[in-house]
């Protein structure tokens, strides 16, 4: 399920123009070893056939563009070309050519999410992962970021939403299963309906348009469209009221995750302390 992206009013130069930047040094080669990925970098899955075969073009012709990197305390850190790194190294490549730029750490995050989403590198979770990153490290509103990165605030918004996707939806929306158009009309519908109306749209194939007009039947007639039974109904409230009791007795957030007798339970812990905390309660 192939999606197009549109692309961003703001380039990479409307952040770190080169003209007005003095403290860049072009084309400097250093140590492959001395570079650490960006903390912030948007982009967790790396095509690793695509990444073989820059890897292949780098050891035969070598990096043409420098990736951009900021000086830190035990070495540098990547602004922009990750996947350029990863490809160097792959390659055996000893020394790297880079741009040097002393910018802010907010200032890191956006280049990196600019850069993966001229180039459509991102998924839409993980696009939505980095925006929300922006609104809490920053203290970034969603127009803020609509006007930073050249993007209208609706599709801000609507990005956002699709983290409110259970977690084993989100992953099928990572793998290209389905797009962000079916994952939003999925949210539409009722929470116990979703990861069932999922596994109905890969398996049938249904278009976005069929999966919007399915999922405004599901909210009038859940029951019949997704045929769930009066029993699984009567396991999910069982299972919210336990979920409730472990939530009371830990004292933090647990989600459970209850399908044909069979699940798993995320306990969410906020700190160490937290964690140890909580495996007491476990273990006592």
Not at 253 to 277: A, F, Q, W
Request: no cysteine.
């Amino acid at each position: 399920m192939n999606k197009t992206k549109k692309g961003l009013g703001k380039g990479l130069n409307a952040l770190i123009p080169e003209a007005a930047d003095k403290n860049v040094d072009n084309n400097i080669e250093i140590d492959i070893q001395e570079i650490v990925p960006n903390k912030s970098q948007p982009r967790k899955e790396f095509n690793q056939e695509k990444l073989q075969e820059l890897s292949d073009s780098i050891a035969q012709h070598g990096i043409i563009q420098p990736i951009i990197v900021s000086k830190i305390e035990n070495g540098f850190q990547i602004i922009a070309g990750e996947r350029r790194w990863r490809a160097a190294m792959k390659a055996g490549m000893k020394t790297i050519p880079v741009v040097i730029k002393e910018i802010s750490d907010k200032e890191v995050m956006e280049i990196a999410l600019i850069e993966n989403l001229q180039r459509e590198d991102l998924n839409d979770i993980e696009e939505a992962i980095a925006y929300k990153q922006l609104m809490d490290k920053h203290a970034l509103t969603q127009n803020e970021i609509s006007i930073r990165l050249g993007k209208s605030r609706v599709a801000i918004a609507n990005t956002l939403r699709l983290l409110q996707l259970p977690e084993d939806i989100r992953r099928l929306v990572i793998e290209d299963k389905l797009t962000a158009g079916h994952a939003r009309a999925i949210l539409s519908i009722p929470e116990i309906f979703r990861e069932r109306f999922a596994e109905r749209i890969i398996k049938e194939k249904l278009s976005v348009r069929e999966t919007e007009k399915k999922a405004v039947h599901i909210k009038n007639n859940g029951i019949d469209e997704v045929k769930i039974n009066e029993k699984e109904i009567r396991n999910s409230d069982f299972v919210l009221e336990l979920q409730e009791k472990v939530q009371n007795l830990l004292g933090t957030k647990v989600s459970i995750k209850h399908k044909n007798s069979k699940g798993k339970i995320e306990i969410t812990y906020y700190s160490d302390d937290d964690l140890e905390r909580i495996i007491r309660q476990l273990i006592d």
